[in-house]
C-alpha cells in the first residue's frame, strides 16, 4: 500500500501519529512527516490511522504487487514433443 497525505486538507490533529508512530510523526506544532511505503506488518495500524483522521486527509492507494508466473512462455515444443 501506498500512503498519501493530503498536507493542504491535514490539520496536524495528530490521530495518526497516536496510531501508527513508527509511519506518521509530528515534525514541530503541525508539520507531519510519514512514510509513504510503510512495511506489510504496519498495514493494519496504517489503515486505522487512515480512517481516524478526522479531516480524512490520508489516503491509501493499492500497489501493484509483482505477480510470479512467468513474463512469457516458450513458443516452439521441447524438441521430440511432435514425433508421437
Known amino acids: 500500500m501506498r500512503v498519501v497525505v493530503d498536507l493542504a486538507v491535514c490539520q496536524g490533529y495528530a490521530q495518526c501519529?497516536?496510531?501508527?508512530?513508527?509511519?506518521?510523526r509530528l515534525s514541530g506544532p503541525e508539520g507531519l512527516m510519514y512514510d509513504p511505503n510503510p512495511s506489510?506488518?504496519?498495514?493494519?495500524?496504517?489503515?486505522?490511522?487512515?480512517?481516524?483522521?478526522?479531516?480524512?486527509?490520508?489516503?491509501l492507494?493499492?500497489?501493484?504487487?509483482?505477480?510470479?508466473e512467468p513474463t512469457h512462455r516458450p513458443t516452439h515444443e521441447p524438441a521430440g514433443a511432435s514425433d508421437a
Do not use: N
Open 61 to 68: 492507494e493499492p500497489t501493484h504487487e509483482p505477480t510470479h
Open 40 to 59: 506489510d506488518q504496519a498495514r493494519e495500524r496504517v489503515s486505522r490511522a487512515a480512517a481516524a483522521c478526522p479531516v480524512k486527509a490520508i489516503t
Open 17 to 24: 501519529a497516536f496510531l501508527a508512530p513508527d509511519v506518521y
